[in-house]
């Protein structure tokens, strides 16, 4: 994907453009805690979430990152008391449906991944519009992990796989890391380069199990909403300090 002159601009000085993570992928957590520590209830931390997404989204467009994953609910979110689920449901559908215009304006691609037949229908029409929409837009790649979980994602691969050898379409010997990878999700998404957690927790809980294999972890204990462009720029600068192997060895 090619950078757009604006990116080049932008970059602070002191990050490589050519070190940059082709995709970023963020487990946003710490809403609710921001929330309480201000006396709010839980639900303005998400809202307040969203508004340093939409941020961050167009930070890596202005720097130069083609591709940015959320992980917005998992499948073991539906635990949450009801009302918060509830919450969350009616908030992904009103931005989308606020944020769409812009969206296209701005030439973003938008993506859904997850088991989405499980989310309420008038949420699922939202996601397939915003999909449907920007399907053709060629600028940064914007992938939302909703109702989403690593090994449920994994699971249904193997389903879908073993039910074509059933039906005589493949043979199981034809199945390779390749054939694997156009079962999930993600088919034809990066790997994430780098995976960012925010409020401390040295977790992956669930999120991209398959892609994340060689992916560089950065946690911050700085929670979601607070997370801002300087926040990101010190992750950049501490992945670009990595030495990424892939299980080599450098000599
Ligand atoms: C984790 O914080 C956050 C979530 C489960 C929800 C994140 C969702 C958003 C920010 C909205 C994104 C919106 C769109 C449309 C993509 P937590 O509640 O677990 O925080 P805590 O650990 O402090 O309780």
């Given at each position: 994907?090619?950078?757009?002159?604006?990116?080049?601009?932008?970059?602070?000085?002191?990050?490589?453009?050519?070190?940059?993570?082709?995709?970023?992928?963020?487990?946003?957590?710490g809403n609710?805690r921001w929330a309480?520590?201000?006396?709010?209830?839980?639900?303005?931390g998400?809202?307040?979430?969203?508004?340093?997404?939409?941020?961050?989204?167009?930070?890596?467009?202005?720097?130069?990152?083609?591709?940015?994953?959320?992980?917005?609910?998992?499948?073991?979110?539906?635990?949450?008391?009801?009302?918060?689920?509830?919450?969350?449901?009616?908030?992904?559908?009103?931005?989308?449906?606020?944020?769409?215009?812009?969206?296209?304006?701005?030439?973003?691609?938008?993506?859904?991944?997850?088991?989405?037949?499980?989310?309420?229908?008038?949420?699922?029409?939202?996601?397939?519009?915003?999909?449907?929409?920007?399907?053709?837009?060629?600028?940064?790649?914007?992938?939302?992990?909703?109702?989403?979980?690593?090994?449920?994602?994994?699971?249904?691969?193997?389903?879908?796989?073993?039910?074509?050898?059933?039906?005589?379409?493949?043979?199981?010997?034809?199945?390779?890391?390749?054939?694997?990878?156009?079962?999930?999700?993600?088919?034809?998404?990066?790997?994430?380069?780098?995976?960012?957690?925010?409020?401390?927790?040295?977790?992956?809980?669930?999120?991209?199990?398959?892609?994340?294999?060689?992916?560089?972890?950065?946690?911050?204990?700085?929670l979601?909403p607070?997370?801002?462009?300087?926040?990101?720029?010190?992750?950049?600068?501490?992945?670009?300090?990595?030495?990424?192997?892939?299980?080599?060895?450098?000599?």
């Amino acid at each position: 994907m090619s950078l757009e002159p604006i990116a080049l601009q932008q970059l602070p000085k002191d990050l490589d453009l050519q070190r940059l993570p082709q995709h970023v992928a963020v487990i946003m957590d710490g809403n609710g805690r921001w929330a309480k520590n201000r006396g709010r209830p839980r639900i303005m931390g998400h809202q307040k979430g969203v508004d340093i997404l939409k941020n961050l989204l167009y930070c890596c467009r202005d720097w130069g990152v083609p591709a940015l994953t959320a992980y917005a609910f998992s499948t073991e979110n539906w635990g949450r008391p009801s009302e918060e689920v509830e919450f969350l449901m009616t908030l992904f559908e009103r931005v989308l449906r606020r944020e769409l215009e812009e969206m296209m304006a701005e030439n973003v691609r938008i993506r859904f991944v997850g088991n989405l037949e499980k989310l309420p229908q008038s949420l699922q029409s939202e996601i397939a519009k915003a999909m449907q929409d920007t399907e053709a837009n060629s600028g940064i790649q914007f992938t939302v992990a909703t109702n989403y979980g690593g090994r449920e994602e994994i699971v249904q691969a193997c389903r879908a796989i073993a039910s074509k050898v059933e039906q005589g379409y493949i043979q199981a010997t034809d199945i390779d890391e390749d054939l694997f990878e156009q079962h999930l999700y993600t088919k034809g998404l990066h790997h994430p380069d780098l995976l960012i957690r925010t409020s401390g927790e040295m977790r992956i809980s669930n999120f991209l199990l398959w892609q994340m294999a060689y992916a560089e972890i950065y946690v911050t204990d700085t929670l979601w909403p607070d997370f801002d462009r300087s926040e990101f720029h010190r992750a950049l600068l501490a992945y670009q300090k990595r030495d990424r192997r892939f299980g080599r060895v450098n000599i």
